[in-house]
């Protein structure tokens, strides 16, 4: 035995013995543009397509509604009311980013966002409670349901897919029996309504941009540094100033655009970023964080590429279950709320009908996989913007609204086939 191990075992390392690449050498290996190009395009071809998909519509579906209504499409004021017109959406898709990242699923999450609204508009024209008092309260309405929820999929094993069914369907009838039928409840706190149809001061509006480029640089930058000083592997430093300069572009580019006068009349002044848009970026902000900066998000990644391995690990994968639907129904409350704002309303139906739907669509098409271990809290965003695209330029065309159901579904189930391709992909190269 002795002797078997010792020939496994080199005696020595000399000066022109190279670390295999089972040793530990790709962490401490220097990384130049052109191998750092390279190693990405080896895991694009290996299936990990990330958010190209995603990217590559969006570009397309721009181009194309630009160039079939290059008057209006691109016009300032449709620019904005896309931006609060994906608001609800995003929220909604960027919840359900962690339910899929285990596998599941969560039908539930729209007529959730439904209750906890309804919740909401109830105590304010009802029992006149202030807005943060019907705020917390529909949101703490959220995470019960999504509690007993998680609950019953990770503790009594019941399928998600039957339990959030009949959460579907029972949901529906509190929403009823809060507003009744055929009813309505106006929404006119001007906290609330101003989430969706107010703008933030234009000086605000550019200080918060700024910040924020100035903020991810600084991340990006200082992350660089330390994996650096550590001897680990580290991008080019040119491809982490090209990461920052993007982000920067985007973020003062929509800025600007948001910030022009949209007003039709020259009487009146129309301009600023909506105040629903750093909502968004607040929470996906934190999403963003919690996925990739805590061993909370490393467990989510581990229990839904695989759960047995993950609970064998010493993962608790039964809170890791419930947390997750904790979560997505806590920010389906939010989608609610921002859902009420925008139409300065709750009705019977909020939340129903094809909400979760575009939900599901969003972080799907946005690089979530439906078979979990794979996706970021970006992907919501990014699919987000595609499904109120589609909407959005559809009705600019004037199409009938079967259009506009027969081509979002074929983009989802477009999707779907890249998730699902990319998957098989993966499996094949080992990755």
Known sequence: MGDAMSTDLPASKGPGVKLADSDFAADHRTADVRSAVGDYWLRVRSGDLGAIPAILGLAGLIVLFTALRPDTFLSKGNIANLSTQALPVTILAMGLVFVLLLGEID??????????????AKLIVDSGQPWY??????????????????????????????????????????????IGEGG?????????????????????????????????????????????????AASPVE?????????????????????LDRAPSPLVTLAGVPWGVPLVAVLLIICTFVLGRTSFGRHIYAVGGNAEAARR???NVTRIKISVFMISSALAAVSGIVAASRLNSVATDSGGGNTLLYAVGAAVIGGTSLFGGRGRARDAVLGGLVIAIIDNGLGLLGTKAYLNF?????????????D????????????
């Open 420 to 431: 699902a391709t990319a998957r098989r992909r993966r499996s094949s190269t080992g990755r």
């Open 107 to 120: 039908l539930s999450a729209g007529v959730a966002s439904g209750v906890c609204a309804a919740v909401m």
């Open 239 to 259: 491809l982490v100033a090209a990461r920052v300069a993007v982000v920067a572009v985007v973020l003062l580019a929509g800025t600007y655009l948001l910030s």
């Open 133 to 178: 008092v019907a705020v917390i309260a529909a949101i703490a309405i959220g995470i019960v349901i999504g509690t007993v929820l998680g609950w019953l999929i990770a503790v009594v094993r019941i399928p998600s897919f039957v339990v959030s069914l009949a959460f579907f369907l029972g949901l529906q009838g509190i929403t009823l029996r809060l």
């Open 406 to 418: 027969l081509i979002t579904g074929v983009v989802l189930l477009l999707a779907a086939s890249i």
């Open 313 to 315: 690990a010493g993962i």
């Open 184 to 232: 309505t409840v106006p929404v006119h706190d001007d906290v609330i309504v101003a989430l969706a149809n107010k703008n933030m001061p234009l000086w605000l509006g550019w200080t918060a941009a700024v910040v924020c480029a100035v903020g991810y640089a600084a991340t990006q930058l200082r992350r660089w540094q330390r994996q650096r000083s550590r001897g680990l």
